[in-house]
């Protein structure tokens, strides 16, 4: 019992030191080849703690190994750029102002629920009080809006279509039947649904539409029967 407190220690205090060697980076936002250095960091200390047939030393050195590793790829990160593009990735600018990129959030296995999940939690809820949104190489969400983005979103506004399909859940809760929104597609020359990358609609009746490979529009309409919310 004493053995396995001793060695824990010892592999405690040879952890903190390794990662305070490894700089503040390696605690707050790490790029992906940290964040698999830090993970078998864990997984290499676990090994001799738990099993006391392994000599300590082992363990010391593979993570001392890793460390020596985790440098060479710092290194290689900070003065080479085709190799810090390679392991560190590079930001996706998924929106400007044409409107949402389709092709950039494939890329980095995204979909527009995703970017407006991501834009909501940075306390933007419409697509068109921003200019410009992208992510960071380390997986992290940035958004420019607009000079006057807080009268843009005066109500919630909800996704109607994304992806070619109608998302029935939405279109209950407004109340608003299918075949209204499908007028003003056809009126806007989008006759298949498919061609929709998105549509949302809020309680003023502004509509943000986006066709794929299209510029964004915003439409004002009047709901039926005087519907808001």
């Not at 396995?4 to 707050?28: D, E, N, P, Y």
């Not at 300590?56 to 990160?77: C, P, S």
């Not at 809820?125 to 969400?141: H, K, P, R």
């Not at 929104?181 to 549509?199: D, N, P, Q, S, T």
């Amino acid at each position: 019992m004493v053995l396995v407190v001793i060695r824990t220690a010892i592999i405690f205090f040879s952890l903190l030191v390794i990662m305070r060697l490894m700089g503040k980076r390696q605690i707050g936002e790490m790029q992906p080849f940290e964040l698999v250095i830090t993970l078998l960091i864990a997984e290499l200390a676990c090994i001799p703690m738990a099993d006391t047939s392994i000599p300590l030393l082992y363990g010391i050195i593979a993570v001392v190994t890793i460390y020596v590793l985790h440098e060479v790829m710092t290194l290689l990160d900070l003065k080479l750029k085709p190799v810090k593009a390679f392991i560190s990735g590079k930001p996706a600018l998924v929106m400007n102002k044409d409107g949402i990129d389709d092709s950039q959030l494939k890329r980095n296995n995204l979909d527009v629920s995703d970017l407006i999940e991501s834009l909501r939690t940075a306390g933007y809820f419409s697509l068109d009080c921003v200019d410009y949104a992208l992510y960071e190489s380390n997986g992290q969400f940035s958004a420019l809006p607009k000079e006057n983005y807080e009268s843009l979103q005066t109500s919630l506004p909800v996704v109607i279509a994304a992806n070619g399909e109608f998302d029935r859940k939405n279109l209950e809760v407004t109340g608003i039947p299918q075949t209204f929104f499908e007028e003003v597609l056809a009126r806007e020359g989008i006759r298949k649904l498919k061609r929709v990358l998105v549509l949302t609609a809020d309680g003023t009746g502004k509509l943000y539409l986006q066709a794929k490979g299209k510029k964004c529009r915003v439409l004002h309409v009047a709901y039926p029967n005087g519907t808001s919310w």
